[in-house]
């Protein structure tokens, strides 16, 4: 059975950082792409950040450029989301979620963890 278990997330004031990480039970992660999505309070799931398993390529939401950097390490099945300058309306669920589509987004994403709850206080 397939497990993606996001932690990392936390409360953090505004202008401060937090790394989340997701560690995935997949026998041949590095052939997934993974992603990070959220889900703000009264909010629709929102697409964060992907990396593709060939050659690492990213992607990221428009307006998330420059605060948030996806990786992962393929050793040890796990990916992660550094996220600095945080605001108060970065505050979301976040989830990890894998993939062998050709679409980054959600609909490329075959799996997904339960998520981990990031609260930015101002």
């Known amino acids: 059975q397939v497990q993606l278990v996001e932690s990392g997330g936390g409360l953090v004031q505004a202008g401060g950082s937090l790394r989340l990480s997701c560690a995935a039970s997949?026998?041949?992660?590095?052939?997934?792409?993974m992603g990070w999505f959220r889900q703000a309070p009264g909010k629709e799931r929102e697409f964060v950040a992907a990396?593709?398993?060939?050659?690492?390529?990213?992607r990221y939401a428009d307006s998330l450029k420059g605060r948030f950097t996806i990786s992962r390490d393929n050793a040890k099945n796990t990916v992660y989301l550094q996220m600095n300058s945080l605001k108060p309306e970065d505050t979301a669920v976040y989830y990890c979620?894998?993939?062998?589509?050709?679409?980054?987004?959600?609909?490329?994403?075959?799996?997904w963890g339960k998520g981990t709850l990031v609260t930015v206080s101002s």
């Open positions: 990396i593709r398993w060939s050659a690492g390529s990213t």
């Open positions: 979620a894998a993939g062998v589509g050709l679409s980054l987004g959600a609909d490329g994403m075959d799996y």
């Open positions: 997949l026998r041949t992660f590095s052939r997934y792409n």
